[in-house]
T-cell receptor
Framework: QQPVQSPQAVILREGEDAVINCSSSKALYSVHWYRQKHGEAPVFLMILLKGGEQKGHDKISASFNEKKQQSSLYLTASQLSYSGTYFCGTERPGTYKYIFGTGTRLKVLA | DTGVSQDPRHKITKRGQNVTFRCDPISEHNRLYWYRQTLGQGPEFLTYFQNEAQLEKSRLLSDRFSAERPKGSFSTLEIQRTEQGDSAMYLC??????????????FGEGSWLTVV
């Protein structure tokens, strides 16, 4: 089963904040976050390797709670360029499968 | 690095025809993935190569699908007897090493397939 993301979709005004969650029914050992714009390939945002790890990248940051098997992506002071679909990605333990979450469509309005 | 390149970028084919997509990963990346993505959905894992060895294959990859990476460099994905349900974007990605060591997966621009 793929990780489940919430919310499925969100609409923001420029400057507003958003949180996107990624939850897995199976253990997570690492989490990647990607953004995909319509018709384009996913673009890597960041990786979280350890439980509890938080990383920041400009105004986008993420946390990883290994015990809860979930990760969250924080978008602060959103910009128009943040629009797209966000996916979490993770490796299935014991396999070579790298799978993606269900996705969250984010639209930032001027 | 020139990035992951895929060819062709777009392909329109008639139902029943065979199609082949090529992927050139970033040089020295020994790990290569194929995904399929339909509109509104996330990428679905199809198969994984480590060098020339195909180590994982999804059940989504029916008998009509085959992938190769003969010399551990470029890879091909062939779909035989295409069906309308095969219409999708086929993404290739490569990585230099173990995911858990922090190595990122880099995606190509994708190959769009339309079966008419």
């Amino acid at each position: 089963q793929q990780p489940v993301q919430s919310p499925q979709a969100v609409i923001l005004r420029e400057g507003e904040d958003a949180v996107i969650n990624c939850s897995s029914s199976k253990a997570l050992y690492s989490v990647h976050w990607y953004r995909q714009k319509h018709g384009e390939a996913p673009v890597f945002l960041m990786i979280l390797l350890k439980g509890g790890e938080q990383k920041g990248h400009d105004k986008i940051s993420a946390s990883f709670n290994e015990k809860k098997q979930q990760s969250s992506l924080y978008l602060t002071a959103s910009q128009l360029s943040y629009s797209g679909t966000y996916f979490c990605g993770t490796e299935r333990p014991g396999t070579y499968k790298y799978i993606f979450g269900t996705g969250t469509r984010l639209k930032v309005l001027a | 690095d020139t990035g992951v390149s895929q060819d062709p970028r777009h392909k329109i084919t008639k139902r029943g025809q065979n199609v082949t997509f090529r992927c050139d990963p970033i040089s020295e990346h020994n790990r290569l993935y194929w995904y399929r993505q339909t509109l509104g959905q996330g990428p679905e894992f199809l198969t994984y190569f480590q060098n020339e060895a195909q180590l994982e294959k999804s059940r989504l990859l029916s008998d009509r699908f085959s992938a190769e990476r003969p010399k551990g460099s470029f890879s091909t994905l062939e779909i035989q007897r295409t069906e309308q349900g095969d219409s999708a974007m086929y993404l290739c990605a490569s990585s230099p090493g173990p995911r858990d060591s922090g190595n990122t997966i880099y995606f190509g621009e994708g190959s769009w397939l339309t079966v008419v």
